[in-house]
């Protein structure tokens, strides 16, 4: 008998350091949508949304680096979203710095948004 024994990803989240990471958890959880799924002391938290997560840990990101990829548009996170032309709205009202408007791609529609630490984050509908 052959038993065959694999280990699977359950859950994946990208860690980002925040500068100030209670303005951080404000804009993410005010802005949007998410929730706090855990804290850790004063340093670290878990946010969630739709069952996927971003980690915060306090920290200094470079300003240099965040920079240059505010300058390329190079993304951080790519989230694959449902009704992006809503979303998109629904951040314009709430007043979330949009990086890239809403716009049509080959592959979909797309938006870009930047966090307080400069984190660009993109919203597509495929």
Partial sequence: MNTITHSTIKKMSPQLLADDIEHSIEF??????FEVE????DFYAGIVKDGFSIH?????PSTEERKNKKQNEDLDIVFSVENV??????FLNKG??????LCVRPYGKE????DPDGYILA???E
Avoid: H, W
């Fill in 28 to 33: 993410y959880t005010k802005k949007l949508d």
């Fill in 38 to 41: 855990f804290r850790y002391e």
């Fill in 56 to 60: 915060l840990k306090s920290g200094n």
């Fill in 85 to 90: 032309e809503y979303l998109y709205n629904e």
């Fill in 96 to 101: 979330v710095e949009i990086l890239q408007p």
């Fill in 111 to 114: 938006f870009y948004i930047a």
């Fill in 123 to 125: 919203f597509l509908e």
